[in-house]
């Protein structure tokens, strides 16, 4: 991946020399920042179920390394096995709702937006994709032109850790070869930032408007991403 890499850029202030920090590689989530975010579809689904706001939140962070969705996401329980599982979680916690329909709110849409920057890091940088997913990237159709964009994919299905463990992280920093003050890294969820910035790593957290993320993943690279 070393051929991507790019050298410290000088840069004059008043008069003076410093050096702007550099990066060899861009880190992404998928869910919330290349894909629409499930947590808005979790709202919409919420609502409909007459569940109160952030219900599906609530149950995921419940023993949240080993709950349901967190042995789903590690491929340790099927499908069958997750409805189950994460519908007894959810009756322990007062809340009665589908596991087949919150697994429905994973299919978002791509932003085209983001897609873009991503294409345009992948001309100069090393990037990678790390996601907790429940099936393989590889086999949804619609995602085929954006992934090959990416060096390097991290599944949690596949690798069998997920994020926010550090193994997640070191396993995409080997992968991609690069050390974590290298990378620049977005994701949606403050708690998979956490211990990436603890790493090393410059974190971007991704709202809402996503668009305010690029610009400083921009203002970090110092390119134009748009």
């Not at 070393?2 to 840069?11: L, Y």
Request: glycine share 6%; net charge negative.
């Amino acid at each position: 991946m070393c051929e991507k890499r790019r050298a410290c850029r000088e840069v004059r202030t008043a008069g003076r020399r410093s050096v702007q920090a550099v990066f060899d590689a861009v880190f992404f989530d998928f869910g919330g920042v290349i894909l629409s975010s499930p947590f808005e579809a979790f709202a919409v689904y919420e609502q409909r179920a007459g569940l109160p706001p952030d219900a599906v939140r609530t149950i995921n962070a419940t023993n949240a390394d080993h709950n349901a969705w967190a042995r789903f996401e590690r491929s340790e329980i099927g499908i069958d096995e997750f409805v189950a599982a994460f519908e007894a979680e959810s009756r322990d916690l007062g809340y009665d709702l589908s596991g087949a329909d919150v697994l429905a709110c994973l299919d978002g849409e791509l932003r085209a937006e983001m897609v873009d920057v991503v294409r345009k890091c992948s001309e100069h940088y090393t990037t990678a994709l790390l996601t907790n997913n429940v099936i393989s990237m590889e086999s949804t159709e619609r995602f085929v032109d954006v992934l090959s964009y990416f060096d390097v994919i991290v599944e949690s299905s596949k690798v069998g850790v997920r994020k926010p463990q550090d193994e997640f992280y070191e396993m995409a920093c080997a992968l991609a070869g690069v050390e974590p003050e290298g990378v620049v890294f977005l994701d949606d969820l403050g708690v998979n930032l956490k211990p990436a910035r603890a790493m090393g790593m410059t974190t971007i957290k991704v709202g809402a408007d996503y668009r305010i993320a690029i610009a400083e993943l921009e203002h970090h690279l110092g390119i134009s991403l748009r």
